[in-house]
């Protein structure tokens, strides 16, 4: 690898650094931020870096370097377009300066002027044949990254995408968790609503949820809120008894 | 497709999705079990089928469309 170690720091190092992520061991966060600084430190020509991660429906910037970053990501997810959008949907580099940007993305190329950013390299991230995101890198120089940067920036995503991969999977793992926790808050909220009914009109646990239901289409309120009133109101009662 | 299924798709919701928000509501069948009486045509009694209504319709309420999923006894 001598011929793309000119210009940046030791990318054979750089990937044992990479290879050396444990997920779960390390937050998340902190492995994010160890791919971006690491991105940064091979490409010394990027001011800005961050990670998109999504497969082209949901695009979402799970790290950056900076604001800057944040604002210029956010502003391709808006259009749905842009050097990082188009990274991720073509499965390929994207390497423009900022005379390029004008002419295919001008609201982008505008907010990237308003930045100090003059050139862009979005590099998609594959892992097991798909692309799970983008890294993309900021400069203030427009000829920051050229044919040699951008193997470099090439060969640091193939090993970044595993990292950044695994970490998603594990980060929507624990979205599931939270979600799953919500469903059983909700379940137990409707439950003690229901048992409330059953009580009140002698009537199985199937008809309490019909009552609660009705309630919830005639008034449009989820049945969550509906049950939560039920319980809210017989707590009230029993404290005035 | 029956109306679930459709209802399913216009909403965008994951079976994934629909399981969790089923459970929420109080469901006690599998996401194996959804999946085949939402998708692959299986009887689903009457509790089972509401409980999905009103987890689409909910859906629905999130995107400002009302509810426009038929409950059991409107079918």
Redesign the interface.
Known sequence: MSGVDEGGGDLSAVVRELAGVVLGADPLEAVLDLVVSLARETLPGAKDVSVTVGDGDVLTTQHATSEDAVVLDHVQYGNGDGPCVASVREGRPQNVDIEAMTTRWPEFAEAARDRGVARVLSVPLQARGATVGALNLYAANPDAFGPEEETRARLFAHHAAVVVANAAAYASAEARTA??L???E??DV??QA?GIVMVRERCSP?EA??VL?QV??RT?R???DVAQEVADAAAAERRHR | MGPLEAARQRASLSMQ?LW??Y????GSASLAQLNDFVAGGAAAD??DH??VA?AL??RF?DLGQ??PVP?FDEL
């Not at chain 2, 459970?23 to 109080?26: E, F, Q, S, V």
Request: proline content about 0%.
């Open positions: 979600q799953l919500e469903a059983l909700s379940r409707i439950g229901k199937e949820f019909d239901r919830s289409q449009h989820k049945l969550r | 999705d969790l928000a459970i929420g509501l109080g009457s509790h509401d409980l009103q319709n909910e309420i009302g509810m409950y």
